[in-house]
C-alpha cells in the first residue's frame, strides 16, 4: 500500500481533504493532509508567507515519513510539489496534479493568475497593501465549489483563509534531470471554473505523464466527488 501527502491550493487548507483522507485509508493507504504556512490551522502572518516557506512544508512532509510518497497538488499546490521534487526527487514515488498548476521553470503563478477568467479575477479581495487576497464567497461558491453539495459549501466558507501574494510572484526552478525524472500524472476537472479545461492542458503540453485522468467536476473534486477521485488516486498507487 502508499503513502499519500495531500497538498491543499489557495486559501484552502488540509481541512479540505477530510473526505478524501478515510477514503485512501480505508483502500489501505496511509494518507497525510497538511497545512502550508498561513493556511488552515497554521498561524503564519500570511503577508510574510514566501514560496520558499511553502516548499520548505511540503519537504519536511516528505523527510517525515520512513517511504517514498506519492504528493498530490490541488491547484496552486501543483507548483509546489513540483518544486519540492526538484530538492528532493529520489524520496518521492510520483506526482499527482488534481486540475493543479504547472508553472514552467523561469515563470511564477502571477504569470498564470493574469490569464484566468475576469469573472473569476474579480471575485478576489485585496487586503489594503495587496500582500494579501481573500476568495469572496460568491467566488467560493460559484467558482471553487459549483458542483459540491451547498451543506459542505456552508461548512467551509468559514475556513477560507487569505492568500499570500509573494509566493506567486516568485519564480518557479525546476528541470528535467531533478522533478522532470519523478513519475507524473494529471487528474483533470472537466468543469472547473479557475483552472478550465484549455487551461489545464495547455500548462501540460509541454510535459510527459504516466497517466491523465478526468472527473466531470468543479474545481473540488475532493468535496464533488470524493469517491471518483479517490479510485484514481488508487489507481495510480497500483502503478507506481
Not at 178 to 183: A, D, I, K, Q, Y
Not at 193 to 207: F, G, N, V
Request: glycine content about 6%; some cysteine.
Amino acid at each position: 500500500m502508499a503513502e499519500f501527502i495531500l497538498v491543499h491550493g489557495s486559501w484552502h487548507g488540509a481541512w479540505c481533504w477530510r473526505e478524501v483522507v478515510p477514503r485512501l485509508e480505508a483502500r489501505g493507504h496511509t494518507a497525510t493532509a497538511i497545512d502550508l504556512p498561513g493556511h488552515g490551522e497554521d498561524r503564519s502572518a500570511p503577508e510574510a508567507v514566501t514560496l520558499h516557506d511553502y516548499v520548505t512544508r511540503v519537504v519536511q512532509a516528505v523527510g517525515a515519513l520512513k517511504d517514498r510518497p506519492l504528493l498530490v497538488g490541488h491547484s496552486m499546490g501543483g507548483g509546489l510539489i513540483s518544486q519540492a521534487a526538484e530538492l528532493v526527487p529520489d524520496r518521492i514515488r510520483a506526482l499527482i496534479y488534481v486540475s493543479a498548476v504547472l508553472p514552467p521553470s523561469g515563470s511564477c503563478m502571477m504569470q498564470l493568475v493574469d490569464g484566468l477568467d475576469p469573472q473569476y479575477l474579480a471575485q478576489l479581495e485585496w487586503a489594503p497593501d495587496r500582500r494579501t487576497a481573500r476568495l469572496s464567497a460568491a467566488g467560493v461558491r460559484d467558482f471553487c465549489y459549483s458542483c459540491c453539495p451547498a451543506g459542505i459549501v456552508e461548512d467551509v466558507l468559514p475556513r477560507v483563509t487569505p492568500e499570500p501574494v509573494a509566493p506567486y510572484e516568485t519564480p518557479f526552478s525546476t528541470t528535467d534531470t531533478n522533478s522532470g525524472r519523478v513519475p507524473r500524472h494529471y487528474i483533470e476537472c472537466l468543469r472547473d471554473r479557475i483552472l478550465p479545461l484549455a487551461t489545464q492542458r495547455a500548462m501540460r503540453a509541454p510535459l510527459t505523464f504516466a497517466g491523465v485522468y478526468s472527473i466531470d467536476t468543479d474545481h473540488a473534486p475532493f468535496f464533488s466527488a470524493p469517491d471518483e477521485l479517490t479510485a484514481i488516486l488508487d489507481t495510480i498507487a497500483a502503478q507506481d
